[in-house]
């Protein structure tokens, strides 16, 4: 099984700064990853998939980049929306398919 | 526009049964493989199962294999996910979700879940 794990577990930002998130995969999962973004109460929503394409309706300031086992997501300019927690997700090499543990972006 | 609409969840006592529905509509339902994800309170994703477009490939978590059951009816647009005996760490919030096209892999539309709460 392919281990998924995101760092760090809580990222405190301020409006209008740039987050950065690392998801790290214990093998290497080519460029077969995938982002979502879950807010409280809500299902997840997908935001990047293929490490860097992202997935209709996200706006620009989601970037993904990465291959094998290092993933970067990059929000450019937080917006007050956007603060929730953040999954990867590989689908490489499953089943099982893994997530990571989650990322909580915050309010500064 | 997709919907995936999740029902069937409740609370139940240790070593019942319950079955999860999920119904598909505005997408051929037909030719995606869909999956149910679940998360136990406050924590992470879990994903659960899979089964491809006509039943014939169908996967499991190590955690629920051999106690659950996953089916689709492609002619009721539905998906299921029979749950039997049922322990405390199964209690989650259980998500339909569909794959993409092509091969599966991540999860591009999801439902807004069911809760299912395994206590006595």
């Known amino acids: 099984e392919i281990v998924m794990t995101q760092s760090p577990a809580t990222l405190s930002v301020s409006p209008g700064e740039r987050a950065t998130l690392s998801c790290r995969a214990s093998q290497s999962v080519s460029n077969n990853l995938a982002w979502y973004q879950q807010k409280p109460g809500q299902a997840p929503r997908l935001l990047i998939y293929?490490?860097?394409t992202r997935a209709t309706g996200i706006p620009a300031r989601f970037s993904g980049s990465g291959s094998g086992t290092e993933f970067t997501l990059t929000i450019s300019s937080l917006q007050s929306e956007d603060f929730a927690v953040y999954y990867c997700?590989?689908?490489?090499?499953?089943?099982?398919?893994?997530f990571g543990q989650g990322t909580k972006v915050e309010i500064k | 526009e997709v919907q995936l609409v999740e029902s069937g969840g409740g609370l139940v006592k240790p070593g019942e049964s319950l079955r999860l529905s999920c119904a598909a509509s505005g997408f051929t339902f037909s030719i995606y493989s869909m999956n149910w994800v679940r998360q136990a309170p406050g924590k992470g994703l879990e994903w659960v199962s899979s089964i491809s477009s006509t039943s014939t490939y169908i996967y499991y978590a190590d955690s629920v294999k051999g106690r659950f059951a996953i089916s689709r009816d492609n002619a009721k647009n539905s998906l299921y996910l029979q749950m039997n005996s049922l322990r405390a760490e199964d209690t989650a919030v259980y998500y339909c979700?569909?794959?993409?096209?092509?091969?599966?892999?991540?999860?591009?539309?999801w439902g807004q879940g069911t809760l299912v709460t395994v206590s006595s």
């Open positions: 979700a569909r794959d993409p096209g092509g091969s599966p892999a991540y999860f591009q539309h």
């Open positions: 997700q590989q689908y490489n090499n499953w089943p099982p398919r893994t």
């Open positions: 293929g490490a860097s």
